[in-house]
């Protein structure tokens, strides 16, 4: 059986992680309460961000900004987005 979690995100009860996606605290708070489809998502959005703006994820600052988007994104509020990226017509 799924493990499932009230998604911070879509506000709903949706399947978990198998596990916190990193260690520490802000592993905990999202194993806890951000959705499998939602991380996804996340981690979509983040992979264009380092794409398309040549972050270099060993520095502090990348690290840093990369959590400041992951808390606005699961927060439902306005996130950076990739210039020129246009999402997939369904």
């Given at each position: ?6 998604c911070k ?7 978990g992680?198998d596990q ?8 905990q708070?999202?194993y806890?309460?951000i ?22 994820v060993f520095?502090p ?9 992951m808390?606005?994104f ?11 990226y246009?999402?997939?017509?369904s």
């Amino acid at each position: 059986m799924t493990r499932q979690v009230f998604c911070k995100k879509y506000q709903q009860q949706l399947d978990g992680l198998d596990q916190p996606p990193m260690p520490g605290p802000k592993g905990q708070e999202i194993y806890e309460q951000i959705s499998c489809q939602a991380w996804q998502e996340w981690l979509e959005h983040q992979t264009r961000l380092i794409n398309e703006k040549r972050l270099k994820v060993f520095e502090p600052e990348t690290r840093t900004y990369l959590q400041t988007q992951m808390d606005l994104f699961f927060a439902n509020q306005a996130t950076d987005e990739a210039e020129g990226y246009q999402p997939p017509k369904s």
